[in-house]
């Protein structure tokens, strides 16, 4: 496999994505915006931002690339550049790939700017190594990404890939720690929370926000993410058809 | 030259879309090297018997083969080409940029961007987004992307639909020019005056073909001097 074409659908993704500044700005202004909001509402509680800012610093990427995926698969279906291009040599796997190392790049600009922010004004305090927090939230964002690619294949309309996103992302948002921890949940939440990565990343966000020398779990946790990220990405290359009714 | 191989052969095919018969067990040979025009009115099954020979399209039966091969098999991906009726390039990338793709996936080399660009009169357009140009400019930005790969079997569906006479006529000048290559072209039009600029003719109603033929011979056939009024003739036979 040559990696010009996985390598020209990135630059493509990426060119795309530059003719869009707006979008662009929402995704680098809205996860520092809404840390400073998160801050100052718990000012009366130390502790909370620190316990729900790192984590969440790596999860806006997961939600923020499940959006924008989803909708640019959408597009290319509905403008039948989709279809233009599984009659060309291309393989699917390359037109995914490139998907990923576009949105990859962007997520890791995303969590490098909301973490200057946090870290840098906003006084967040880990115990663990920053790169760290950057590298799970890039981690998140190829999770987010496969996610919307596989979820975009059963949306016929924008408007309903929007709906994915609080069906698909709510629930894990709810059920991975970030807002109650697992244990104090009903049992079946609790044992339902583990079959959704989300939590998996989450844990692994946790831990490196928590521990000063976080190692082998967190290691454990981002392969779970990365696992379900490259099944998803296999359902998602089942969806894309070369033959159509 | 019809002792040539053909270039295209649909054999028996068939293709039921919703419950609703769409090609009824249609046949044609596609001369190489040749024009062939495939007309009839909208609904008729012109773009459903394009996808069968580009091999998008899941046949209910009969076989489509090109240059050899079945239909839509791996090794004619870099030997065809497709234009879909609907431009199908990335309104938000300017025309250089999409043929700088397009000629990535394809590996292509990048010298031919400008000839691409030349042949489908686009040359002041090549750094403007393709957002903002109009529908006849879009279409021409999608036929460039096909031409890139020089491909054996150009498959075009409507490719002048919006376009000026002039820019009409030179595309057709451009089809002429490629068939006298060696390139194979199946146009798809609406337009019967377009049809007698065409080697072949393939005449396509309700699913099924009412004559295939040179135009003069089926001017002669139908004992009438223009096309519409042949088709016509056909129609009500």
Partial sequence: MSPRAPLATAERVLRQLRRDPRTLALVLVVPPVLLTLFKYVFVDQPGTFDRIGGPLVGIFPFIVMFLITSIAMLRERTTGTLERLMTLPLSKLDLLLGYGIAFALLAAVQAAVASAVAFGLLGLDVAGPTWLVIALAVGNAILGMSLGLFASAFARTEFQAVQFMPALVFPQLLLCGLLAPRERMARVLEITSYAMPLTWAYDALARAVTERDPGVKVARDAAIVLGVALVSLGLAATTLRRRTP | ?237
């Avoid at chain 2, 030259?1 to 295209?8: D, N, R, W």
């Avoid at chain 2, 091969?69 to 300017?94: C, K, M």
């Avoid at chain 2, 009169?121 to 140009?133: I, S």
């Fill in chain 2, 1 to 237: 030259m019809t002792t040539a191989v053909p270039a295209v052969v649909v054999d028996g095919l068939r293709v039921v879309r919703g419950g609703s018969v769409v090609l009824d067990t249609i046949s044609l040979r596609v001369q190489p090297g040749s024009v062939t025009g495939l007309l009839g009115p909208s609904g008729s099954g012109k773009t459903t018997l394009m996808r069968a020979i580009v091999g998008v399209q899941i046949l209910a039966g009969g076989a489509v083969t090109v240059l050899g091969l079945p239909a839509g098999s791996p090794r004619l991906r870099s030997r065809l080409g497709y234009v879909t009726q609907a431009p199908s390039v990335y309104g938000d990338l300017t025309v250089h940029e999409n043929l700088d793709y397009f000629a990535a996936v394809l590996g292509a080399p990048r010298a031919r961007l400008d000839a691409a660009i030349d042949t489908v009169g686009l040359e002041q357009f090549a750094d403007r987004v393709v957002r903002n140009l109009s529908g006849g400019q879009r279409s021409r930005v999608s036929l460039a992307t096909a031409l890139l790969g020089e491909p054996e079997v150009l498959v075009l569906d409507e490719p002048t639909v919006g376009l000026d006479p002039v820019l009409r006529r030179d595309l057709w000048d451009t089809f002429h020019a490629l068939a006298g290559r060696g390139t194979t072209l199946l146009v798809s039009s609406h337009v019967m005056d377009e049809a007698r600029r065409c080697d072949e003719i393939v005449l396509l109603r309700d699913g099924r073909i009412l004559a295939g033929k040179a135009p003069a011979g089926l001017l002669a056939e139908t004992g009438q001097t223009d096309l519409e009024a042949a088709f016509l003739a056909l129609v009500e036979r």
